[in-house]
């Protein structure tokens, strides 16, 4: 599974978007972008992720940049329950060969300030 | 509710006392996996399961024994804790079928004397 490198820690104004960057220069053509969040503690969850396409659910946009070597995590509105360290995890599609193995690293802690 | 459940939360022991810490889904997941959060190290997975009867090790198995007899549940077996397994561990579950998107449990914190 490729590396991903992301900023060790980020500061975001409450009520304003957070822009979570990730590296994953070495990426597969098979491998897909994942996000998760982890806050204090508790189980990480699960936040969006993507192939080559741009996403967006009810909690946060994914920009994948067109050569795929890296990625942004938007929170739109964050919120101060948005503080957390996030994940950006590269992982085979599911099918080939995904044995459920999520390689964390040391993620993006990312404040966010009244 | 989708969810993933841990029993016990919290957990004092001493060396070489035999626990189990439980697991169960109620999603009809498929996959199923244990990680050990530790500080500095972040998660890394001890065991998975792929299927009923399916069970493989993950990067640090040592120590740790599961089993899975039934789909919903995935314990993890500590035969001869040691102080070394102080940590925290966090089970999940995923179906290849539904997104592949992980549903992780709330953690327990395991402290061995």
């Known amino acids: 599974d490729a590396k991903t490198t992301q900023p060790p820690s980020m500061d975001c104004a409450e009520g304003r978007a957070a822009n979570l960057p990730c590296n994953h220069s070495?990426?597969?053509?098979?491998?897909?972008v994942y996000w998760y969040r982890q806050i204090h503690s508790q189980g990480p969850q699960y936040i969006i992720h993507g192939l080559k396409n741009n996403e967006t659910n009810e909690m946060a946009s994914l920009i994948i940049t067109e050569d795929r070597k890296s990625s942004t995590l938007i929170l739109p509105h964050a919120t101060l329950r948005d503080t957390a360290v996030y994940y950006c995890?590269?992982?085979?599609?599911?099918?080939?060969?995904?044995?459920?193995?999520?390689?964390f690293g040391q993620g993006t802690t990312l404040q966010v300030k009244p | 509710e989708a969810q993933v459940t841990q029993n016990p939360r919290y957990l004092i022991t001493v060396t070489g006392k035999k626990l189990t810490v439980t697991c169960s889904q109620n999603m009809n997941h498929e996959y199923m996996s244990w990680y050990r959060q530790d500080p500095g190290l972040g998660l890394r997975q001890i065991y998975y399961?792929?299927?009923?009867?399916?069970?493989d090790k993950g990067d640090v198995p040592e120590g740790y024994k599961v089993s899975r007899k039934e789909k919903r549940n995935f314990p993890l077996i500590l035969e001869s804790p040691s102080p070394n397994q102080t940590s925290l561990y966090f089970c999940?579950?995923?179906?290849?079928?539904?997104?592949?998107?992980?549903?992780f449990g709330p953690g327990t914190r395991l402290t061995v004397l």
């Open positions: 995890i590269v992982i085979v599609g599911v099918g080939s060969g995904n044995t459920g193995k999520l390689i």
């Open positions: 399961s792929m299927n009923v009867e399916v069970t």
């Open positions: 999940a579950s995923f179906s290849p079928l539904k997104r592949g998107t992980q549903y």
């Open positions: 070495t990426i597969s053509g098979n491998e897909y």
